[in-house]
C-alpha cells in the first residue's frame, strides 16, 4: 500500500553559525516525498530589514498556502553563506566578475 505524502515548505537560512550573525540569503523548497515539486528562487538579504524579509515569506507562505494548502515552514535549515546557491553572489568574487568589463586599468 503506497505511502501518501502531504507537500512540505523547508525554507534554508544562509548564515554563520554564530547567533547575531546577519542573514545572506534565502532559499525555498516544497517537497512531496522525495520528490522536489517546487524550487522558489533564492533571493540575496543584503540591504534589506527584518521587517521585509518577514513580509517577503509571508507572501510565500501565502502563495504555498493557494498551490499547495502549506501554512508553515518546516524547521528552519541554516546552512553556511559559503553554500549560497546564488550565481552572482558576491562571496565567489572569482565568479563575478568572469565577463566583467572591469579592469583594475579603469
Not at 5 to 25: G, I, M
Request: with cysteine.
Amino acid at each position: 500500500m503506497p505511502i501518501t505524502h502531504k507537500p512540505v515548505a523547508y525554507l534554508y537560512l544562509y548564515r554563520q553559525k554564530r547567533q547575531d550573525a546577519p542573514l545572506h540569503a534565502i532559499s525555498i523548497s516544497v517537497w512531496q516525498g522525495n520528490q522536489r515539486v517546487l524550487e522558489v528562487d533564492p533571493i540575496h538579504c543584503a540591504g534589506m530589514r527584518n521587517q521585509k524579509i518577514q513580509t517577503y515569506l509571508t507572501d510565500v507562505i501565502k502563495t504555498l498556502r493557494e498551490r499547495y494548502g502549506i501554512t508553515k515552514f518546516e524547521p528552519e535549515i541554516r546552512l553556511e553563506p559559503t553554500e549560497c546557491p546564488i550565481k552572482n553572489c558576491p562571496l565567489r568574487p572569482a565568479e563575478v566578475m568572469e565577463g566583467s568589463e572591469w579592469t583594475s586599468d579603469n
